[in-house]
């Protein structure tokens, strides 16, 4: 089966521009996470989506993160306005329901730079 | 707050002998291990999990041991090969909590020939 897709695979913008991140899980996953991982550290969970819920944000920086997937299946991870200390590595995971429901698939990620 | 911690950035290890990554968790409601492998500019790679009611778990090579008193993993690795040499993350999740994961800072495993 295909593998969970992300895009773009690297970005470079300047601090205060936005920036949008696309995921499309494996198909039948039902929940999909965006992890967020900066150099030298393990990813950390930014959001999680049930379908087309969302199950928890509550580590998502509201004022400048926004996720939406709105017909439960791809899902879109926005940044505006961009910080210097955004810059890491944006991962994408789905899960798929019944057995090794625990075990999460992740995608390549999208590098991010924010100069 | 680092609830599943790495403690060891770096292991060094000759082709053919055994590896062991360990892995401590601070909260008792973690009921699922798992570990990630991860090559440079790729996503994490699912490598082997267990459940909090067992305490070993084997998959070829790779075998995960828990010790819930402990609050404690590890993985070992028999025999290492020069291909094993990637960064391994050790991660947690609650069943209750949608299964989302909190990972550790990762060890770098180096198998030398």
């Known amino acids: 089966e295909a593998g969970v897709a992300q895009s773009p695979r690297y970005k470079i913008i300047e601090k205060r521009q936005s920036v949008a991140f696309w995921c499309n899980p494996i198909s039948g996953h039902a929940t999909l996470y965006w992890y967020q991982q900066i150099l030298g550290q393990g990813p950390k969970l930014l959001i999680q989506f049930q379908n087309n819920g969302v199950v928890d944000d509550s580590q998502l920086p509201k004022d400048r993160f926004s996720a939406e997937r709105l017909k439960g299946v791809d899902s879109t991870l926005k940044i505006q306005p961009a910080k210097l200390e955004d810059s890491a590595v944006y991962l994408c995971?789905?899960?798929?329901?019944?057995?090794?429901?625990?075990?999460?698939?992740f995608g390549p990620g999208t590098r991010l730079l924010v100069l | 707050d680092q609830q599943v911690k790495q403690n060891s950035p770096s292991l060094s290890v000759q082709e053919g002998r055994i590896s062991i990554l360990n892995c401590d968790y601070t909260n008792s409601m973690f009921d699922y291990f798992l570990w990630y492998k991860k090559y440079p500019a790729e996503g994490p790679t699912f490598l082997i999990s267990?459940?909090?009611?067992?305490d070993k778990n084997e998959d070829g090579r790779f075998t995960v041991f828990l010790n819930k008193s402990a609050k404690h993993l590890s993985l070992h690795i028999v025999p290492s090969q020069p291909g094993d040499s990637a960064v391994y993350f050790c991660a947690a999740s609650e069943s209750n909590s949608g299964y989302a994961l909190n990972f550790g800072k990762g060890t770098s495993l180096l198998v030398t020939p």
């Open positions: 995971a789905s899960r798929r329901p019944g057995e090794l429901q625990e075990t999460q698939y």
């Open positions: 267990i459940s909090s009611i067992k």
